[in-house]
């Protein structure tokens, strides 16, 4: 028979449980996993386009373990083992030095009350709240909101680093609370694990809300570094690099005929030197629309960013096709269109196939 904890008492059982361990019965494990791959083309500003078949056209592949074990009275303890991959080549990893499980690697305990706090390589609620709020998702190949967020940009007097410190954070503490009618929050913390100090850290964290045909959120993160990553000192620009505040708003509404998205962002990028702190202000807009058995999506981004002796603007659109093949299976064909003020248009098209295990 199990008992009722209160409150108090389940915080002191979810402590120790961390600690000590508890083996209890009603355990599972997962594994599952997504593989996406396309033919198309890329073109980047100034460059010849490159043909080919490459991976992650809709979404980035990936596979893990996963699981969870009943501890009694709505406590579980939970786990996940999750890395990215290339269909194209085989390989591990988004790139060439990619650690195995970079999407998420963490152990934790969920309680139906007080929530979920998990240990280890946690995916940022910043990402979280950039991909839900766009029509193209987490496409690192289509998505007009994950290149303004995510990928730098440089019209040869001042270069934008875009977000700082990857999509996912390691030595990092996640806490996220139970759904308030449709109201959830996450708080993330990494530390900077320098000996004799905390060290300089990454934080961060979202609200979500949803409720029926209406969804919002609100996202901020800061980072910091002990030793500056060698991609933010490359450039001169970014020499004196000290800190990063990102703050953004996403909003939709789901008419059943059209789906609509916005979101709104703005990212600083504080350095010591005397081009000054980097501002990038950046919106997007964009529509689902089922079409058959799919959905036609388009998604358009606008951004300028600036400092103290330059600036420039940038247009990003993504169109697509998305035809559903089953629940796990879905092909696709897409086309991308980016303009940086001053600079040669860079653009991708292609057409793949996703399917999840």
């Given at each position: 028979?199990?008992?009722?904890?209160?409150?108090?008492?389940?915080?002191a059982v979810m402590a120790a449980a961390l600690?000590?361990?508890?083996?209890?019965?009603?355990?599972?494990?997962?594994?599952?996993?997504?593989?996406?791959?396309?033919?198309?083309?890329?073109?980047?500003?100034?460059?010849?386009?490159?043909?080919?078949?490459?991976?992650?056209?809709?979404?980035?592949?990936?596979?893990?373990?996963?699981?969870?074990?009943?501890?009694?009275?709505?406590?579980?303890?939970?786990?996940?083992?999750?890395?990215?991959?290339?269909?194209?080549?085989?390989?591990?990893?988004?790139?060439?030095?990619?650690?195995?499980?970079?999407?998420?690697?963490?152990?934790?305990?969920?309680?139906?009350?007080?929530?979920?706090?998990?240990?280890?390589?946690?995916?940022?609620?910043?990402?979280?709240?950039?991909?839900?709020?766009?029509?193209?998702?987490?496409?690192?190949?289509?998505?007009?909101?994950?290149?303004?967020?995510?990928?730098?940009?440089?019209?040869?007097?001042?270069?934008?680093?875009?977000?700082?410190?990857?999509?996912?954070?390691?030595?990092?503490?996640?806490?996220?609370?139970?759904?308030?009618?449709?109201?959830?929050?996450?708080?993330?913390?990494?530390?900077?694990?320098?000996?004799?100090?905390?060290?300089?850290?990454?934080?961060?964290?979202?609200?979500?809300?949803?409720?029926?045909?209406?969804?919002?959120?609100?996202a901020f993160q800061q980072v910091k570094f002990?030793?500056?990553?060698?991609?933010?000192?490359?450039?001169?620009?970014?020499?004196?690099?000290?800190?990063?505040?990102?703050?953004?708003?996403?909003?939709?509404?789901?008419?059943?005929?059209?789906?609509?998205?916005?979101?709104?962002?703005?990212?600083?990028?504080?350095?010591?030197?005397?081009?000054?702190?980097?501002?990038?202000?950046?919106?997007?807009?964009?529509?689902?629309?089922?079409?058959?058995?799919?959905?036609?999506?388009?998604?358009?981004?606008?951004?300028?960013?600036?400092?103290?002796?330059?600036?420039?603007?940038?247009?990003?659109?993504?169109?697509?096709?998305?035809?559903?093949?089953?629940?796990?299976?879905?092909?696709?064909?897409?086309?991308?269109?980016?303009?940086?003020?001053?600079?040669?248009?860079?653009?991708?098209?292609?057409?793949?196939?996703?399917?999840?295990?």
């Open positions: 028979m199990q008992h009722k904890f209160k409150p108090v008492v389940k915080l600690l000590c361990g508890n083996a209890m019965a009603q355990s599972s494990a997962t594994l599952y996993g997504m593989v996406d791959a396309y033919v198309g083309a890329t073109k980047a500003r100034g460059a010849d386009r490159a043909y080919g078949v490459n991976s992650g056209g809709m979404q980035t592949s990936y596979w893990g373990v996963k699981g969870t074990e009943d501890l009694g009275s709505g406590l579980k303890a939970i786990f996940d083992l999750n890395g990215f991959l290339r269909p194209d080549t085989g390989k591990q990893g988004r790139f060439d030095g990619d650690a195995l499980f970079t999407r998420n690697a963490y152990v934790g305990l969920q309680d139906v009350t007080l929530g979920t706090v998990k240990f280890g390589r946690n995916t940022t609620p910043y990402f979280i709240s950039t991909i839900l709020f766009n029509p193209l998702v987490d496409s690192f190949v289509f998505s007009p909101a994950i290149l303004h967020t995510y990928f730098s940009a440089s019209n040869g007097r001042l270069y934008d680093p875009g977000i700082i410190g990857d999509s996912g954070w390691s030595n990092s503490v996640v806490y996220s609370t139970p759904n308030f009618g449709g109201l959830t929050a996450n708080a993330m913390y990494s530390f900077g694990e320098q000996a004799g100090s905390v060290g300089k850290s990454k934080w961060g964290g979202n609200v979500l809300y949803f409720n029926g045909a209406f969804a919002a959120t609100v002990n030793s500056v990553p060698g991609d933010v000192t490359t450039p001169a620009a970014l020499a004196g690099f000290d800190k990063q505040n990102a703050v953004q708003a996403g909003a939709s509404y789901d008419f059943k005929v059209i789906k609509l998205f916005a979101q709104g962002q703005y990212i600083k990028s504080s350095v010591n030197n005397a081009t000054g702190a980097i501002t990038h202000t950046n919106g997007q807009v964009g529509a689902s629309v089922p079409v058959g058995n799919g959905n036609a999506l388009v998604s358009y981004a606008y951004d300028k960013t600036k400092n103290n002796v330059a600036d420039f603007k940038r247009n990003t659109i993504g169109f697509a096709y998305d035809y559903n093949l089953s629940k796990r299976t879905d092909v696709y064909v897409a086309y991308f269109y980016d303009k940086l003020s001053g600079q040669p248009h860079g653009d991708s098209f292609g057409a793949g196939v996703r399917h999840r295990f």
